[in-house]
T-cell receptor, first 115, second 112 residues
Framework: GAVVSQHPSWVICKSGTSVKIECRSL??????MFWYRQFPKQSLMLMAT?????????EQGVEKDKFLINHASLTLSTLTVTSAHPEDSSFYIC???????????FGSGTRLTVV | TQLLEQSPQFLSIQEGENLTVYCNSS?????LQWYRQEPGEGPVLLVT?????EVKKLKRLTFQFGDARKDSSLHITAAQPGDTGLYLC????????????FGKGTLLTVNP
């Protein structure tokens, strides 16, 4: 089946630094990628939708300058948390929508801790 | 405003008990999906329902989609400790954007 590989699975960084999270579609092409944020014991909140070759669409309240999304190819979408602060600590998950015979495919998530 | 109201948010039961989780909305969904998520992992799809009134069974789990495609339920029979996890419903409104709307989730703990 379709697989989305997300890296890193966890990262600890210092306040003020930037962190890049990658999601790769391994055996299919993903023209769209959804990026979610999840706080402990809570549901997934959609942050933005990336589209290959065009600008990402951000949900209301999400700072586009802080959460940089790039979808440079049909198999790679990245989320960069810039100038990270402790309140950015969260679980970030990517997901590719159904294409062809595949349903929604989720990455395994990235646990970001900003210290 | 939460598009998908999921309840209860937290549920702690004893092994062997039955439980039902509900997802309700005023919107009509083209499909509704149920996921289970373990800590530190991505959600894993349990089932997708697309037809109003549809009932699907997955071992001890029974999923139902409302006739009007606005609500859904997940019923677990004889819960086991291995059923512990976060259960999420997610609806697809249709159209071309494939955007999923998630409920707030139900954190289920099954005590041995």
């Amino acid at each position: 089946g379709a697989v989305v590989s997300q890296h890193p699975s966890w990262v600890i960084c210092k306040s003020g630094t930037s962190v890049k999270i990658e999601c790769r579609s391994l055996d299919f092409q993903a023209t769209t990628m959804f990026w979610y944020r999840q706080f402990p014991k809570q549901s997934l909140m959609l942050m933005a939708t990336s589209n290959e070759g065009s600008k990402a669409t951000y949900e209301q309240g999400v700072e586009k300058d802080k959460f940089l999304i790039n979808h440079a190819s049909l198999t790679l979408s990245t989320l960069t948390v810039t100038s990270a602060h402790p309140e950015d600590s969260s679980f970030y998950i990517c997901s590719a929508p159904p294409e062809g015979r595949h349903g929604y495919t989720f990455g395994s998530g990235t646990r970001l801790t900003v210290v | 405003t939460q598009l998908l109201e999921q309840s209860p948010q937290f549920l702690s039961i004893q092994e062997g008990e039955n439980l039902t989780v509900y997802c309700n909305s005023s919107s009509v969904f083209s499909s509704l999906q149920w996921y289970r998520q373990e800590p530190g992992e991505g959600p894993v799809l349990l089932v997708t329902v697309v037809t109003g009134g549809e009932v699907k069974k997955l071992k001890r789990l029974t999923f139902q989609f409302g006739d009007a495609r606005k609500d859904s339920s997940l019923h677990i029979t004889a819960a086991q400790p291995g059923d512990t996890g976060l259960y999420l419903c997610a609806g697809e409104l249709g159209g071309s954007n494939y955007k999923l709307t998630f409920g707030k989730g139900t954190l289920l703990t099954v005590n041995p």
